[in-house]
């Protein structure tokens, strides 16, 4: 690409708001850290009562439909339209002009999204049958996964309205709580899993009730947050209030915009019904792809989009521009090798923390091979987010939306194409790709849009990044290469072992780092620093 502007200083001009994004994106990152981990319990209490049966497919199946809904609804979409929105009222107008928007935005969405509830409770045997077409010659499976739909379409009420509340605690620059607000959600579906299930005549389906409640503990979290900034929802239905109105025209093409990874795993999801443990394997291959994306990805792309807001509404496009590079940066600088590390590691991993119980030493590779045709894409879905917020910030919702429909295109196409010589894992990489195919568009058209995306900065990061990416890969595959993953038992050698391919990797990576003096490691050790001496106050 042609550079059309000179290579940004190593960190943006703005230094205090940069620190400001970090250190929300560390809060952030931290409390999803947390969520993250009490999911990956949740996925191995499933992996182990249910391995990947057909009750285990039925219950994926089903769950991928609100998955999508909620994306189009909840948390990307309505954070994308109704924070520039809202930033903007909050900034320009009266606090009681901008509690007035956020209970008319309250009203409008809980009035749309229970009617789209109790349409897909009545139209779940329709819906079903056509997103899972491998399960038509299975009576059993295709009623069980019908029923499972239905327990969990009111999830999309809870997790629509949390993802509200999410967006107004976090255009008042308030991340702790939102960011805190899955770990209930895990906690109810572990509850519901581990204890409730074996009352079940049907156990997975306490699994689907566990999921409803844990969207509403998701939800009602938040609420004293909210109190505390001086907003009480409250029913105003006024949907032809000015500021929703202009939410709406922002959010229904970022609904295809930012929903297009849940579209493409969707059609993922509908094409591995014909091969048995399909769907298992794709959800569990994202579900670890999620932990890195969760942790870092869309941390940044959380904390970034308030800032990306006001210097837009501000006019700021140079400092716009900085913001941007310096969120790209980042970004990548902890998501490539997050990437190199769980395809190096995917056998150990889902070796060690999976294969219990009804979980055999097959599934183990066949969810690897789905994390593997994922992780090929890892970069492209972190970094996706930070583009369509940057997109966003700039109430340019169609553009993205455009871009998704082409991607969407691209991944039905590779699918068709690689399902019959790779499986489920040609589903997996096809998804992979299309992120690729995604994000450079986008790239080139902010590329074009900002006059250029201060390149000689990020092209330095990423050079540096691959090179430090060299010892980490030499040590994880040769850890990944010992017979001990073939066995079972020795559960404590094997822990030993990959905790020394982790933390030595990440050694010799931040190493590489230090000796390159990276302004992304220093910036890292700056915040760290800053955050234990001075603690966050929301």
């Not at 042609?2 to 200083?9: D, G, K, L, Y």
């Not at 606090?95 to 897909?120: D, M, S, Y």
């Not at 949390?162 to 605690?169: P, T």
């Not at 220093?522 to 620093?529: A, G, L, P, Y």
């Amino acid at each position: 690409m042609t550079q059309h502007s000179p290579p940004a200083p190593e960190f943006p001009a703005q230094q205090s708001e940069t620190h400001r994004i970090s250190r929300a994106a560390g809060v952030i990152g931290g409390a999803t850290f947390l969520s993250r981990i009490l999911g990956f319990i949740r996925d191995m209490a499933l992996a182990n009562l249910f391995g990947a049966n057909a009750a285990a497919d039925a219950f994926y199946v089903a769950y991928r439909i609100p998955n999508l809904l909620r994306e189009l609804f909840a948390e990307g979409s309505m954070s994308s339209a109704f924070i520039p929105v809202f930033t903007e009222y909050h900034a320009s107008k009266s606090p009681k002009e901008a509690w007035a928007l956020a209970n008319a935005a309250f009203t409008t969405l809980l009035t749309l999204v229970t009617l789209v509830t109790i349409l897909g409770i009545v139209s779940a045997p329709g819906i079903v049958w056509l997103l899972a077409p491998g399960f038509r010659a299975d009576a059993s499976k295709l009623a069980t996964t019908t029923l499972l739909t239905q327990i969990m379409f009111p999830y999309l009420i809870f997790v629509s309205l949390a993802a509200l509340a999410m967006g107004v605690l976090n255009a008042l620059r308030s991340f702790v709580v939102p960011a805190l607000a899955p770990v209930f959600f895990n906690i109810c579906v572990i509850l519901f899993a581990v204890i409730i299930s074996p009352i079940f005549a049907q156990p997975i389906l306490a699994v689907a009730v566990g999921i409803v409640i844990g969207g509403l503990a998701q939800f009602l979290m938040q609420l004293p947050g909210l109190r505390k900034k001086g907003l009480t929802f409250s029913l105003d239905f006024h949907p032809h209030h000015p500021g929703v109105k202009k939410i709406g025209l922002l959010i229904i093409p970022s609904l295809l915009g930012l929903a297009v990874t849940q579209i493409n795993l969707t059609v993922s999801t509908i094409l591995a019904s014909y091969f048995q443990g399909g769907p298992t394997y794709l959800f569990y291959g994202m579900r670890l792809i999620q932990f890195p994306l969760g942790i870092f990805g869309v941390a940044m792309a959380t904390a970034i989009l308030p800032s990306l807001s006001a210097q837009a509404a501000r006019g700021s496009m140079t400092e716009l521009r900085e913001t941007l590079n310096f969120g790209l940066r980042m970004v990548l600088f902890i998501i490539v090798p997050s990437m190199a590390g769980l395809i190096c590691l995917r056998i150990p991993i889902i070796h060690l923390f999976f294969e219990h119980g009804a979980f055999s030493a097959q599934d183990t590779i066949g969810t690897a091979s789905a994390l593997l045709g994922f992780s090929i894409g890892l970069w492209a879905f972190a970094s996706y987010r930070i583009l369509a917020t940057a997109f966003y910030s700039l109430q340019d919702t169609r553009t993205p939306a455009l871009v998704a429909v082409l991607s969407v295109a691209t991944n039905i196409g590779l699918s068709l194409w690689l399902m019959a010589p790779l499986g489920h894992m040609g589903l997996a990489l096809a998804a992979g790709l299309a992120a690729i195919f995604n994000t450079l568009i986008l790239v080139t058209i902010l590329h074009q849009r900002l006059h250029g995306l201060l390149w000689g900065a990020l092209w330095a990061s990423i050079a540096r990044t691959l090179l430090a990416l060299i010892p980490l890969i030499g040590l994880t595959l040769w850890v990944a290469g010992l017979p001990l993953w073939q066995q079972q038992g020795e559960l404590g050698i094997k822990i030993l072992w990959l905790g020394i391919a982790i933390a030595g990797g990440t050694v010799g990576y931040f190493g590489v780092h230090s000796i390159f003096r990276s302004s992304e490691l220093e910036h890292v050790k700056m915040m760290i620093h800053k955050r234990l001496a001075t603690p966050i106050q929301e």
